[in-house]
Nanobody, 127 residues
Framework: QVQLAESGGGLVQPGDSLSLSCTAS????????MGWFRQAPGKEREFVAV???????FYADSVQGRATISRDNAKRTVYLEIKALKVEDTAIYFC?????????????????????WGQGTQVTVSS
């Protein structure tokens, strides 16, 4: 089975940019979707971005225009860059992979459709 490890989090100021990485180890198929979710204290885990099969990339409205997701299958790594960070972006960021391919765009927005999760990396945006 695949294991995921996130890195790149830290304390940044509003307006800064940050790049997160998530590397997969173990049994892994590059054809499945790799996504990013985040969870702030007291809130539900929410979808951020996903790199799905067929070079499909989807973003949550909250980061649309500011976030870029990319993946390097050779390195078994998915990246998430967020520009113009806001205080509202403060959260623990998790990467996750789906157990299969989904044709539906909407399917990638639900955490229930992801089988394996990393432990998360903390992103704190504060002045």
């Amino acid at each position: 089975q695949v294991q995921l490890a996130e890195s790149g989090g830290g304390l940044v100021q509003p307006g800064d940019s940050l790049s997160l990485s998530c590397t997969a180890s173990g049994r892994f198929s590059s054809s499945v979707a790799m996504g990013w979710f985040r969870q702030a204290p007291g809130k539900e885990r929410e979808f951020v971005a996903v790199a799905a099969s067929g070079e499909r990339k989807f973003y949550a409205d909250s980061v649309q225009g500011r976030a870029t997701i990319s993946r390097d299958n050779a390195k078994r790594t998915v990246y998430l860059e967020i520009k113009a960070l806001k205080v509202e972006d403060t959260a623990i960021y998790f990467c996750a992979v789906t157990p299969q391919n989904y044709a539906s765009m909407r399917a990638h927005f639900s955490a229930r459709n992801y089988a394996v999760w990393g432990q998360g990396t903390q992103v704190t945006v504060s002045s």
